[in-house]
Nanobody, 118 residues
Framework: QVQLVESGGGLVEAGGSLRLSCAAS????????MGWFRQAPGKEREFVARINWNENSYYTDSVKGRFTISRDNAKSAVYLQMSRLEPEDTAVYFC????????????WGQGTQVTVSS
């Protein structure tokens, strides 16, 4: 059974940092793209960052320079280091995976809540 399990969310003051983790199991994801998405109350789920199978990374404009995505294939894990957090970053953060060259994300975690207080 394929599973993605996020952890590391919580409540933090504006300007603070959090590190989200996503543990993958059930199959190898070492050749897959891994990503982070988020959904704020009353809003659509949006792309945050992804790291491809070849370690290339991409970010949505609002988090560039503040967030860093990384992966550890030996641990079947992907991380999102979030710094200089803003109240607008408050959302449920989801980990996702897709096979190389695919256009859709096939696997999703249940999400972890990040709340940034002003």
């Amino acid at each position: 059974q394929v599973q993605l399990v996020e952890s590391g969310g919580g409540l933090v003051e504006a300007g603070g940092s959090l590190r989200l983790s996503c543990a993958a199991s059930g199959r190898s994801f070492s050749t897959d793209d891994m990503g982070w998405f988020r959904q704020a109350p009353g809003k659509e789920r949006e792309f945050v960052a992804r790291i491809n199978w070849n370690e290339n990374s991409y970010y949505t404009d609002s988090v560039k320079g503040r967030f860093t995505i990384s992966r550890d294939n030996a641990k079947s894990a992907v991380y999102l280091q979030m710094s200089r957090l803003e109240p607008e970053d408050t959302a449920v953060y989801f980990c996702a995976a897709r096979t190389r060259w695919a256009s859709t994300w096939s696997y999703w975690g249940q999400g972890t809540q990040v709340t940034v207080s002003s």
